[in-house]
């Protein structure tokens, strides 16, 4: 039974360019969040997805988008890249009713 | 908006010896989650509490929910150097369950 599976591990952008991380949920898992952890702090709250729509959503620009697909996977996509947009980029998931999560590995992403 | 805090934010203790962290929340929470994350790894779900003064015990592990369910404490008795990592307290905002606040974390070094 696989856990939350994220790709790419890591990656390496520059500023203005667009960026695309998938996610895969544990299996029986419907609802997937994206957090942002930034070096030494908490995990941050980007948005979640349920049933192909965006459920609830974070203090994150326009910029930072995603999409749930049937099977549950996820994207996360951000466009226009700062600087400041370096982080690991986390991917939990859950079952319907449930409220503990697992996260995946995590992409890390660096923007030069 | 709702904040959660943690202290300290960095503890290092020699090996055997016990280890507290504490979390508060500016507002009522309906439960408070403990995660595990350690280095260079993603947060790992330790336990959920619920009820007011709930009191949770996990091995050497001790969590407490605080009775106006606002604060929280980790304790760790004699430590080990497994038990290396930063652990993340985070509860759900008012009306907000599909999201957590996280706090910023406390690291723990353990020296042999």
């Known amino acids: 039974d696989a856990g939350v599976t994220q790709s790419p591990t890591h990656l390496i952008k520059t500023r203005g360019q667009q960026v695309t991380l998938r996610c895969s949920p544990k299996?029986?898992?419907?609802?997937v969040s994206w957090y942002q952890q930034a070096l030494g702090q908490g995990p941050q709250f980007i948005f979640q997805?349920?049933?192909?729509?965006?459920?609830q959503r974070g203090n994150f620009p326009d910029r930072f988008s995603g999409h749930q697909y049937p099977n549950y996977s996820s994207e996360l996509n951000v466009n226009a890249l700062l600087l400041g947009d370096s982080a690991l980029y986390l991917c939990?998931?859950?079952?319907?009713?449930?409220?503990?999560?697992?996260f995946g590995e995590g992409s890390r992403l660096t923007v030069l | 908006g709702q904040q959660v805090m943690q202290i300290p934010q960095y503890q290092h203790v020699q090996e055997g010896e016990d280890f507290t962290t504490y979390c508060n929340s500016s507002?009522?929470?309906?439960?408070i989650q403990w995660y595990k994350q350690r280095p260079g790894g993603h947060p790992v779900f330790l336990i959920q509490?619920?009820?007011?003064?709930e009191v949770k015990k996990q091995k050497r592990l001790t969590f407490q929910f605080g009775e106006a369910k606002k604060n929280s404490s980790l304790h760790i008795t004699a430590t080990q150097t497994t038990d290396v990592g930063t652990y993340f307290c985070?509860?759900?905002?008012?009306?907000?369950?599909?999201?957590?606040?996280f706090g910023a974390g406390t690291r723990l070094a353990v020296h042999p």
């Open positions: 939990a998931s859950r079952r319907t009713g449930g409220e503990k999560l697992f």
């Open positions: 299996s029986g898992h419907d609802t």
């Open positions: 997805y349920y049933e192909e729509e965006e459920r």
């Open positions: 507002t009522t929470l309906s439960n």
């Open positions: 509490l619920v009820k007011s003064g």
């Open positions: 985070a509860g759900p905002p008012s009306g907000g369950y599909n999201k957590l606040i």
